[in-house]
């Protein structure tokens, strides 16, 4: 499992490098043909291959910027009561351990202090929260070449993906951040206790 996930970047660099090739190619064939397909196939693959490379840029920046060092006290990520019973709605517990993890080792409390898994969480975020975003900027492209089913299909997916690992984020760092209350207090209760026990006996620690 951690084999397979440490794989993901070479994953999608690869994918972001087919995209752009053939985002290129059906670009330079419609330019000599002028046929309507390869003008598809060419918004197509260009679209896709916006994602994955803004994707690695925003990833690249806000890394630059935060270096996992967030301030995880900060309003914007408090989980309220009403949130956490959304997320039991959802059902997040059942299905956030089947999620990829592009950098397994941040999460890894075999080699963070869980202080620094939360902050990293926080930030991991704020970079899907801007992704999300963003993936509603080929939208406009539609004024130009029309073909709005595309961007809007495609920015919809891309932007709920992203969606989904925000709720990760909060769901589990809530937990996290419980627990560190706990120990400042130099307080644990049973529920403590056992949920630490789970999160550092956990097999795939990127997913706690």
């Given at each position: 499992?951690?084999?397979?996930?440490?794989?993901?970047?070479?994953?999608i660099?690869?994918?972001?490098?087919?995209?752009?090739?053939?985002?290129?190619?059906?670009?330079?064939?419609?330019?000599?043909?002028s046929?309507?397909?390869?003008?598809?196939?060419?918004?197509?693959?260009?679209?896709?291959?916006?994602?994955?490379?803004?994707r690695?840029?925003?990833?690249?920046?806000?890394?630059?910027?935060?270096?996992?060092?967030?301030?995880?006290?900060?309003?914007?990520?408090?989980?309220?009561?009403?949130?956490?019973?959304?997320?039991?709605k959802?059902?997040?517990?059942?299905?956030?351990?089947?999620?990829?993890?592009?950098?397994?080792?941040?999460?890894?409390?075999?080699?963070?202090?869980?202080?620094?898994?939360?902050?990293?969480?926080?930030?991991?975020?704020?970079?899907?929260?801007?992704?999300?975003?963003?993936?509603?900027?080929?939208?406009?492209?539609?004024?130009?070449f029309?073909?709005?089913?595309?961007?809007?299909?495609?920015?919809?997916?891309?932007?709920?993906?992203?969606?989904?690992?925000?709720?990760?984020?909060?769901?589990?760092?809530?937990?996290?951040?419980?627990?560190?209350?706990?120990?400042?207090k130099?307080?644990?209760?049973?529920?403590?206790?056992?949920?630490?026990?789970t999160?550092?006996?956990?097999?795939?620690?990127s997913?706690?």
């Amino acid at each position: 499992m951690m084999e397979m996930k440490s794989r993901l970047p070479q994953i999608i660099y690869t994918l972001t490098a087919i995209l752009t090739a053939g985002t290129v190619a059906t670009t330079i064939l419609y330019q000599s043909t002028s046929k309507e397909i390869l003008l598809t196939l060419a918004i197509t693959f260009g679209t896709c291959a916006y994602h994955f490379i803004m994707r690695l840029l925003v990833g690249s920046i806000v890394n630059s910027i935060l270096h996992n060092k967030v301030d995880c006290c900060k309003r914007w990520f408090q989980v309220s009561e009403s949130e956490k019973k959304i997320y039991e709605k959802l059902g997040v517990k059942k299905w956030k351990n089947k999620m990829p993890t592009y950098r397994p080792d941040w999460f890894d409390p075999r080699l963070h202090s869980w202080k620094e898994i939360a902050q990293t969480m926080c930030q991991s975020e704020v970079g899907h929260e801007i992704i999300a975003v963003l993936s509603f900027l080929p939208v406009f492209a539609g004024i130009k070449f029309g073909a709005y089913p595309v961007f809007i299909i495609t920015s919809i997916v891309s932007a709920g993906m992203d969606l989904i690992f925000v709720i990760m984020q909060r769901y589990n760092r809530q937990r996290i951040m419980r627990i560190l209350a706990a120990k400042s207090k130099n307080v644990y209760t049973a529920k403590n206790v056992k949920m630490l026990t789970t999160l550092t006996s956990s097999k795939d620690q990127s997913k706690i």
